[in-house]
């Protein structure tokens, strides 16, 4: 089955500590995207790749990272830089300006 | 840059009622339009999108949308609420040829027995 799939779904950091957040794809897509939705804020957009060893920063990428060695994958780092980093974190991909195809989510909680 | 304003961050509506969830976006060129789902502590999933040909949409779950040119709308409706029906929904906007889609703040809908 095509998908996107996000790991862990859960996630907790402890303060000075960075996390990776994994997020693979197999449908063959471009674009890939990671966003945090806090609530009430909607979904805001940390980066994106359009393609391999390429991307973007987003509205807010100040105290993340991201890395785009393969078409199919997209690991979002959340450093020790952020520093309210309790969200919940979607991974999205995409063709061209249409549809995108979202994962299941991490919950990232500091402790 | 594009803007989507949904009205309302929550919507109340009644089991077996009408219900009507409002976006309008910002662009004098008309865009892709899209309208998502979000169920609790899961991903967004397409419920529609309007990409140019018929004005009047036809989604999953008993949903539609009808785009409208002259009021920059894309209000979504289903004429029947369910309980299931209850969740996050996201209006969202691409201007052709972007990869960068601008989202809606979202709009909550709760139904009630």
């Known amino acids: 089955d095509g998908g996107i799939t996000q790991s862990p779904k859960y996630l907790f950091r402890k303060e000075g500590q960075n996390v990776t957040l994994s997020c693979e794809q197999n449908l063959n897509h471009d674009a890939m995207y990671w966003y945090r939705q806090d609530p009430g804020q909607g979904l805001r957009l940390i980066y994106y790749?359009?393609?391999?060893?390429?991307?973007q920063k987003g509205d807010i990428a100040e105290g993340y990272s991201v890395s785009r060695e393969k078409k199919e994958s997209f690991p979002l780092t959340v450093t020790s830089a952020q520093k309210n980093p309790t969200a919940f974190y979607l991974c999205?991909?995409?063709?061209?300006?249409?549809?995108?195809?979202f994962g299941p989510g991490t919950r990232l909680t500091v402790l | 840059a594009q803007s989507v304003t949904q009205l309302g961050s929550h919507v109340s509506v009644s089991e077996g009622a009408l219900v009507l969830l409002r976006c309008n976006y910002s662009?004098?060129?008309?865009?892709?339009l899209f309208w998502y789902v979000q169920y609790p502590n899961q991903g967004l999933q397409l419920l529609l999108k309007?990409?140019?040909?018929?004005?009047l949409v036809k989604g999953i779950n008993g949903f539609e949308a009808e785009f409208k040119k002259s009021e920059t709308s894309f209000h979504l409706t289903k004429p029947s609420a369910h309980m299931s029906d209850a969740a996050e929904y996201f209006c969202?906007?691409?201007?052709?040829?972007?990869?960068?889609?601008?989202f809606g703040r979202g709009t909550s809908l709760i139904v009630h027995p």
């Open positions: 969202a906007v691409s201007d052709r040829g972007s990869y960068i889609p601008t």
């Open positions: 790749s359009q393609i391999v060893n390429d991307f």
């Open positions: 999205a991909s995409s063709p061209l300006a249409d549809t995108q195809y």
């Open positions: 309007y990409t140019s040909a018929a004005t």
């Open positions: 662009s004098s060129v008309p865009p892709y």
